[in-house]
């Protein structure tokens, strides 16, 4: 059973990470065993970052999952982890909605009220060295609304983001 640090290099109680995930996506037209098998790469890249994530920090977790998938299989050794399921209808082909649509659904349920700062991670994905990275903004006093990294875009016309931060006052929910 994967056993959290203990400590931190810095106070890092004001930060929460957020990260998203969609095991099963809606791809073009697939063979019902091709759509399982990209579920199940799906599923064992984040299985695998979340492992890292719970026994690598000391970081507040908050797993938003957008097709449905429950991970039971986290839940055994991390039952302090706030992980939300639920099931959108897909609007298009892109996972970026799906994505956008986890931050919504984080905010309206109230999962980040208690932090000052959220840092959006797509869920696949481990980011080593975050902690001494979030405390060297820690040390300078955060003066950003927001941070974004992102791959070079793929298709003409389209950034993929992989990780978001913003400091939280700066976000307003209400449209």
Same mark, same amino acid.
């Given at each position: 059973?994967?056993?959290?640090?203990?400590?931190?290099?810095?106070?890092?109680?004001?930060?929460?990470?957020?990260?998203?995930?969609?095991?099963?996506?809606?791809?073009?037209?697939?063979?019902?065993?091709?759509?399982?098998?990209?579920?199940?790469?799906?599923?064992?890249?984040?299985?695998?970052?979340?492992?890292?994530?719970?026994?690598?920090?000391?970081? %507040?977790? =908050?797993?938003?999952?957008?097709?449905? !998938?429950?991970?039971? &299989?986290?839940?055994?050794?991390?039952? #302090? /982890?706030?992980?939300?399921?639920?099931?959108?209808?897909?609007?298009?082909?892109?996972?970026?909605?799906?994505?956008?649509?986890?931050?919504?659904?984080?905010?309206?349920?109230?999962?980040?009220?208690?932090? %000052?700062? =959220?840092?959006?991670?797509?869920?696949? !994905?481990?980011?080593? &060295?975050?902690?001494?990275?979030?405390? #060297? /903004?820690?040390?300078?006093?955060?003066?950003?609304?927001?941070?974004?990294?992102?791959?070079?875009?793929?298709?003409?016309?389209?950034?993929?983001?992989?990780?978001?931060?913003?400091?939280?006052?700066?976000?307003?929910?209400?449209?």
């Amino acid at each position: 059973m994967p056993t959290r640090p203990q400590q931190s290099p810095c106070d890092l109680s004001k930060w929460v990470i957020l990260l998203t995930t969609a095991v099963h996506i809606n791809v073009t037209q697939p063979a019902r065993e091709k759509n399982t098998s990209i579920a199940q790469v799906r599923l064992a890249l984040y299985n695998e970052a979340f492992k890292h994530w719970w026994t690598k920090t000391v970081l %507040d977790l =908050v797993i938003v999952e957008s097709s449905g !998938y429950t991970f039971d &299989e986290i839940r055994s050794y991390a039952s #302090s /982890l706030k992980i939300d399921s639920f099931k959108i209808r897909r609007v298009s082909q892109v996972v970026l909605m799906a994505e956008a649509y986890s931050i919504i659904h984080a905010f309206k349920h109230h999962y980040l009220d208690k932090y %000052d700062y =959220v840092l959006k991670v797509t869920g696949k !994905y481990f980011l080593p &060295e975050v902690e001494e990275h979030l405390c #060297s /903004l820690n040390a300078t006093s955060p003066n950003f609304d927001l941070l974004i990294q992102n791959k070079p875009p793929q298709y003409e016309n389209v950034t993929f983001t992989q990780q978001l931060l913003w400091k939280k006052p700066n976000l307003s929910t209400s449209s």
